[in-house]
């Protein structure tokens, strides 16, 4: 079992087509039990998905589109203590150890593009990508 946001709970349960009043009043007794909490759900997310190696902007979106609050969303995220530029190193080393991409100027820059496209779609922004680049500029084996 893993902790369930209560607007995920409730559209499983909806989708398993039962009676849209008595799961909202399941959903309230298990809140007023603390059985279920968004709070609890994002801090467990947030630490699922920056294992899985994604980003804190994609995470974010991610528990948004599940029905958490943003207060939820931020707390849970200083709550987690993730330190993403470890996360963004290793997905970056992960992903492109001992592949040279500085071979001549117009391959550069598209490989260059390439990876930095692959570090957005996983939720990075600029200075966690920036910071990557650097470390594989230095040579650094991490």
Request: charge should be neutral.
């Amino acid at each position: 079992m893993r902790e369930h946001s209560c607007d995920e709970l409730r559209k499983k349960l909806l989708n398993k087509s039962h009676d849209a009043i008595l799961v909202d009043e399941l959903i309230i007794e298990l809140l007023k039990d603390n059985l279920i909490s968004d709070a609890r759900y994002a801090e467990s997310y947030w630490r699922s998905r920056a294992n899985k190696g994604y980003g804190p902007s994609r995470i974010s979106r991610e528990l948004e589109m599940k029905g958490v609050s943003s207060e939820d969303i931020t707390a849970a995220e200083a709550e987690a203590d993730i330190d993403f530029f470890k996360v963004v190193e290793s997905v970056y080393w992960k992903k492109y150890k001992g592949q040279d991409w500085q071979v001549n100027k117009e391959q550069a820059y598209k490989e260059k593009a390439k990876r930095q496209a692959f570090l957005y779609r996983r939720g990075f922004d600029s200075e966690f990508i920036n910071h990557a680049f650097s470390l594989a500029a230095e040579g650094s084996n991490w």
